[in-house]
């Protein structure tokens, strides 16, 4: 396929690029005027990342043609070709745009009334005639539109940018919050810094104090009305509600074959010979999926093969549409699946941890000695330091906490909860964290007991501790790490409290496994065949005989653990390898059964991308909001609850003007965001709670280059700062 002259060079460097259809051809935009948009016209995007991957995306302006859409989607297939079909292409409609595209334009996007048809060209730049008013509106996703240049379109409850061209003023009404008035202030520094090259200024104007000079622009002041109540509901649409199907040609027709009814979906559902569209249209995209072998014909679906399904089921033209390769997915649509793993990582880059959409941070193999100065480590690793410091168990009987005797540390029982104080210091500061474990088979009084004693333990310390709540099998690194020489065993069921033990089973299995980070642990497993792990070791205690099973993948490390749970639970072992076990094994287990033989961990990494997202109800309404694009420090907003999902654990980060409905709230939405992951998530999953101020490196690793001394100034005060910067 010929491609247009204007694509000569793209993708050859990182960097974003931005085509305006113009009759018919895409015409380049000039890096300065990135983020403003006609609503008339269409746009093509194409963002490079730095490891050359590309993401293609084609914006419809709400007033733009059909022969406009039409020539951008064919635009966006030549794009497409020229890069060897290996970009992910988007669909973007005004107003609805994806965070991956909203992520581009960090102080957000402006939209202009008019288009190319209208006679509307692009802004010339150091322009300081210019004379627009702007409606901004968002704390994470920050839009602002040209409105009517008049008090008429002002309301108490936004912010306001009066472009005069020379003045640039900030006009925040007096019911807006902290959050909106640093986006506007980012905005407004913006358009100074790009569009005027510095040449403006920027004024900051509360209501109620508008200077003589803005009143001459916009004439007598009026009373100014309240803003419109939100009427935006929270989603409750079931993400269990996406449905795959396959697409083909080859009866000379386009048809569609329904492959599942429900996610979550299996990656054996995808064939590499066929094409397949996923349908996600609650909750606002569809996904078009094409396998290397699929006929050269299939493999040219594009847009205009998505808008044909759209248009057939009657879905809202606003949907959001990707389309990609195979092994070019986007973690969007690989959510849907239980089971994704990423085959052969790219070349050079090893493991790699996905930040948002954007930016990725390589893989840090532990070290010990280098927690303290490598952050990064620590997050991916879980482990705060080496598990040095000093260390407290009680175990929750009858309302209180009961120490637990010294020489138990490390073992756990099903029937009980626990907390656990852990102090170590950090850069000359004690630093606390305070584990909430939790058995599968304590009960609900004991469950709530061990949630409101760890608060009140958190407010004895003045607030200072990190709390993690720990359910049984899903205890982190830095948990297991605890115990110095002792592997953490944890019991399937039983209490360790005196004279209130369960008889042990006849037959007991404990699985033990080495995590990332070197530390081990042994948990008991339901006695069955179907339990064993061809990675891992295993320990059968029957009655009569005690055997030490050894799988293929199995580490030296984890035999040794396998030894020493031997050693808790009495017997001499049998240690057999995988492939040479006796009858009398089988037998214990119930019979010879098909079992975790799978070495995928080896060779493939599991593809979850690490997100943020904002927890807040200045609007009134209490909703959860992701974080656009490659986020930062700066985007952890003081006055709200951040969610951190880490995948395998969810980070509550509260700052410090943060409400007490959103911290409630919060709390209880990372529960519902566990159970409502389309990939079949695991409820017990690890929520750690994080106060601004007191953030663990398991925390802050996450985030390039973290401050510790980024709140010494409040964010609106370092917003203001830079409007002294001329």
């Known amino acids: 396929m010929t491609v247009h002259p204007a694509f000569e060079n793209a993708g050859k460097k990182p960097g974003l690029a931005i085509w305006r259809i113009e009759k018919m051809n895409p015409v380049p935009v000039l890096e300065t005027l990135h983020g403003n948009f006609y609503t008339g016209d269409v746009y093509i995007l194409l963002h490079t990342t730095p490891d050359f991957a590309h993401n293609i995306h084609m914006w419809l302006g709400k007033h733009c043609s059909n022969d406009e859409s039409g020539s951008a989607a064919i635009f966006c297939v030549q794009l497409d070709d020229s890069l060897a079909g290996a ?7 005004q107003g609805n745009e994806t965070n991956r595209f909203l992520g581009y334009f960090k102080n957000g996007v402006i939209y202009k009334e008019g288009g190319v048809a209208s006679g509307f060209n692009h802004a010339v730049t150091n322009d300081i005639s210019a004379k627009r008013l702007l409606h901004v509106k968002g704390r994470r996703n920050v839009r602002a539109i040209e409105v009517d240049f008049a008090w008429s379109s002002f309301n108490n409850g ?18 807006c919050n902290g959050q909106e008035k640093i986006k506007c202030c980012q905005l407004a520094t913006g358009i100074r810094d790009t569009e005027r090259a510095g040449r403006s200024k920027v004024q900051v104007v509360e209501e109620g104090c508008e200077p003589p000079e803005l009143i001459e622009l916009l004439g007598p002041k009026p009373d100014i009305p309240p803003s419109k109540k939100d009427d935006t509901i929270a989603d409750d649409v079931s993400s269990k509600k996406a449905k795959l199907h396959m697409i083909s040609d080859a009866s000379g027709e386009l048809t569609l074959t329904e492959v599942a009814s429900e996610n979550p979906f299996k990656m054996a559902m995808l064939s590499t010979d066929e094409c397949y569209l996923l349908d996600h249209a609650l909750g606002g995209y569809i996904f078009l999926w094409k396998g290397k072998g699929a006929s050269k014909n299939e493999r040219k679906y594009g847009f205009t093969t998505c808008e044909f399904f759209v248009n057939t089921y009657n879905y809202s033209k606003d949907i959001k549409i990707q389309i990609f390769a195979e092994n070019g997915e986007s973690s969007m649509f690989t959510q849907f699946f239980s089971d994704w793993k ?3 990582q790219t070349e050079g880059l090893g493991r790699v941890y996905t930040i948002g959409s954007v930016a990725k941070i390589e893989y840090v193999p532990f070290d010990v000695t280098a927690l303290h100065k490598t952050p990064a480590m620590a997050a991916q690793h879980n482990m705060v330091d080496d598990g040095s410091g000093d260390v407290k168990i009680w175990r929750i009987e009858g309302g209180k906490k009961v120490p637990v005797d010294s020489s138990s540390y ?13 102090s170590y210091k950090l850069g000359g500061k004690q630093q606390h964290v305070i584990y909430t474990w939790q058995g599968t088979k304590a009960t609900q009084d004991e469950l709530g007991t061990s949630a409101i004693l760890t608060v009140d333990l958190d407010n004895d310390m003045s607030g200072l501790p990190v709390q993690v709540r720990v359910r049984q099998g899903q205890e982190p690194p830095h948990l297991m790490s605890l115990f110095k020489d002792k592997p953490l065993i944890v019991h399937l069921g039983g209490t360790s409290r005196k004279g209130s033990q369960t008889p042990a089973a006849d037959i007991r299995l404990f699985h033990t496994r080495i995590s990332s980070s070197g530390a ?9 065949a179907q339990s064993l792990n061809t990675n891992d070791t295993f320990v059968l205690k029957t009655t009569k005989e005690t055997y030490i099973w050894k799988g293929v993948g199995a580490s030296a490390a984890e035999l040794k653990t396998a030894k020493y749970v031997v050693g808790v639970l009495g017997g001499k072992p049998t240690e057999i390898e995988e492939g040479k076990e006796p009858d009398n094994f089988w037998k214990a287990l119930g019979g010879k059964k098909e079992y975790q033989t799978s070495k995928l961990l080896q060779s493939e990494v599991a593809a979850h991308p690490i997100r943020l ?8 309404l209490f909703r959860i909001e992701e974080v656009p694009g490659d986020f930062t420090q700066n985007d952890l907003a003081v006055d709200d609850v951040m969610l951190l999902d880490a995948w395998d654990q969810l980070f509550l980060w509260l700052g410090k003007e943060a409400n007490d409905v959103e911290k409630t709230e919060a709390t209880k939405c990372a529960t519902k965001y566990l159970e409502a ?7 017990g999953t690890p929520i750690v709670t994080v106060k601004q101020g007191s953030e663990p490196p398991t925390f802050t690793g996450w985030f390039l280059a973290w401050d ?3 709140w010494a100034l409040s964010p609106m005060q370092k917003a203001m700062a830079k409007f002294q910067v001329q």
């Not at 936004?158 to 640039?168: E, K, N, V």
């Not at 992951?677 to 409820?683: C, E, H, K, V």
């Open 677 to 683: 992951d389309p990939a079949g998530r695991d409820t």
């Open 520 to 528: 081990t642990r042994a948990v008991e497993v339901i006695s069955s």
């Open 342 to 344: 990423t085959v052969g």
């Open 410 to 422: 490390g073992q756990f029982y099903g029937g009980d909860c626990y907390i656990i104080l852990y």
């Open 708 to 710: 510790p001394n980024m």
């Open 613 to 620: 997202f904002g927890c807040s109800n200045k609007s009134g």
């Open 158 to 175: 936004d912010c306001f940018i009066i472009d005069s061209g020379a003045i640039i003023y900030q006009w925040n009404g007096s019911k």
């Open 87 to 93: 970009p992910v292409q988007h669909r973007e409609t």
